[in-house]
């Protein structure tokens, strides 16, 4: 089943001079249920842009995304609000965690907003903070733990509500190179429990992670690649080598 579905985005942004930029051009492509995609470009290749339409935080200027076979843009603004907090996760570089609230109050937000008991949100959190090593961490406030503890506290909020498809925005940029590798072994882990995930990133070796990579160029996807049967680190040479290959065929152009 697919759970993204992607139909001829195109975003174009008008400029006060009269000029437009096209940041998307017509990409089409489908993410299954259970799979975990990396999506990779060159700065203002349109990666970040895909990442806003897919997570509803901004409108395309043509074409269609489907979450869970729904239209996301027919939803009204209330629906939308409902559908983002209730069925996507959000993993940010700068993990963006309250710092007036602890690390248990950061996760649990998500809760609180749609109307849970405390009962329901204490049932759903511990088993999640065990799963993600982050249960004696849960009375400490954001300032108190290091970087790789506010992403896995940030993975925690965005699992809380068991959402359909969590988004990761270059999820290990803020991150040295250890604390990364634990975070995308925690991607790893829950993707095998069958969460969808998709996550914008520069890093090779955090792409390495996923199923599958996609490359965008030019507001196209111009390439993809499978990982297979490949280790994490022949994945990554894979990746490396389709990369080199592409700007030769920038520089032959």
């Known amino acids: 089943m697919a759970m993204l579905e992607v139909k001829n985005l195109t975003k174009i942004y008008s400029k006060g001079t009269g000029s437009q930029t096209v940041a998307l051009n017509g990409i089409n492509f489908t993410l299954e249920e259970g799979e975990f995609v990396a999506i990779m470009g060159e700065s203002g290749s349109g990666k970040t842009t895909l990442l806003n339409m897919v997570s509803t935080l901004d409108n395309p200027t043509e074409g ?37 609230f602890n ?11 749609s109307g849970y008991s405390y009962d329901k949100m204490k049932k759903k959190l511990m088993p999640l903070s065990e799963a993600l090593g982050i249960e004696t961490l849960l009375n400490k406030f954001p300032y108190e733990i290091s970087g ?51 996550v914008v990133t520069h890093s090779v070796r955090a792409a390495s992670f ?41 520089y032959e152009k």
């Open 64 to 100: 269609e995304v489907y979450i869970g076979g729904k239209n996301i843009g027919q939803f009204k603004n209330n629906e939308l609000a409902s559908f983002r907090r209730n069925e996507l996760g959000f993993v940010f570089q700068d993990f963006n965690l309250l710092d007036t």
């Open 103 to 113: 690390t248990k109050d950061n996760i649990l937000l998500p809760l609180v907003l």
């Open 148 to 198: 790789g503890q506010k992403q896995r506290v940030a993975i925690a909020r965005a699992m809380i509500t068991n959402p359909k498809l969590i988004l990761g925005d270059e999820p290990t940029g803020a991150l040295d190179s250890g604390s990364a590798d634990i975070i995308m072994k925690t991607f790893e882990k829950i993707n095998t429990s069958g969460q969808t995930i998709m």
């Open 210 to 250: 996923a199923n599958r990579v996609l490359f965008i160029k030019d507001g196209k996807v111009y390439n993809e690649i499978y990982k297979g049967e490949k280790s994490n680190n022949e994945f990554m040479e894979t990746i490396s080598k389709t990369q080199f290959m592409m700007r030769g065929a920038d």
